[in-house]
């Protein structure tokens, strides 16, 4: 594929493309049974969220692993407290919703097959940093399809799947806090990233819950608008 067509815009799909892919995303995250094997995309941008934030606060990344129950781990080295522990700790649930927003800004400027080549770089780059066969597993046919979509069909094809994917990312970037929240109302996951945020900076839990909803609605309330013209 040439670099022309990479960086290239491409025409903008039909409203009802845009339309039907949005429905297609929420019919893979409202249904708890399909949820339950979605999330483990979301799972991806979320340890990878955290991944890169780690790297670009210099701390040193040891590896990520994702699990079957689409729980992951990311584990980094470096300071145990201070600005860079803190970003990477709150990378976490805001990486998926951000990550949306940025590809409805590119699918708003007309940018679709940039964004599926941006996609499978990014998957490739988190590939060598997995450390568990579930996980490479995941990432390795995560990337494989935003490859072969990019390399192998055409304009309509591609905008389905690229806009499926970011709606994907902004309502699936939605769920996960307040699974969360409700997971420690029953006495679950003690040790959550709000938790160890709480931790490192003496804010209360429910302070970094506010900011995991606050950036997740405002990318879907924004990226949705990009997304549909608006």
């Known amino acids: ?37 979605s999330r483990n995309a979301i799972t991806i941008a979320h340890e990878g969220g955290h991944g890169l934030i780690a790297l670009a ?14 729980s992951g781990l990311t584990v980094s080295r470096g300071k145990p407290t201070g600005l860079g522990m803190i970003l990477t700790a709150a990378a976490g649930y805001t990486a998926p919703p951000l990550l949306g927003l940025g590809g409805a800004w ?4 007309h ?4 964004l599926l080549w ?8 988190m590939l060598v940093m997995i450390r ?31 806009y499926t994917a970011v709606w994907f990312l902004l309502l699936g970037g939605v769920r996960p806090a307040f699974e969360l929240q409700s997971k420690r109302r ?25 900011l995991f909803h606050s950036v997740s609605l405002c990318a879907l309330i924004g990226g949705g608008r990009w997304l549909l013209g608006l």
């Open 57 to 70: 606060t210099g701390r040193r990344l040891d590896g990520i692993r994702l699990h079957s129950d689409t």
């Open 106 to 109: 590119l699918l708003a400027a």
């Open 111 to 114: 940018r679709i097959t940039l």
């Open 1 to 37: 594929m040439a670099s022309s067509e990479i960086f290239g815009t491409q025409p903008a799909p039909e409203l009802w493309l845009v339309i039907g892919t949005a429905v297609l995303a929420l019919a893979a995250v409202v249904p708890h049974a399909v949820w339950r094997l």
């Open 186 to 210: 029953h006495g679950g996951a003690p040790d959550s990233d709000a938790d160890q945020l709480a931790r490192l900076t003496h804010v209360p839990p429910a302070m970094w819950f506010f």
């Open 132 to 162: 568990n066969a579930y996980g490479a597993l995941t990432v390795i046919l995560t990337g494989s399809a935003f490859l072969l979509v990019s390399w192998l069909t055409g304009p309509l094809v591609q905008a389905g799947f690229a």
């Open 118 to 125: 941006i996609a499978t770089a990014l998957l490739l780059a």
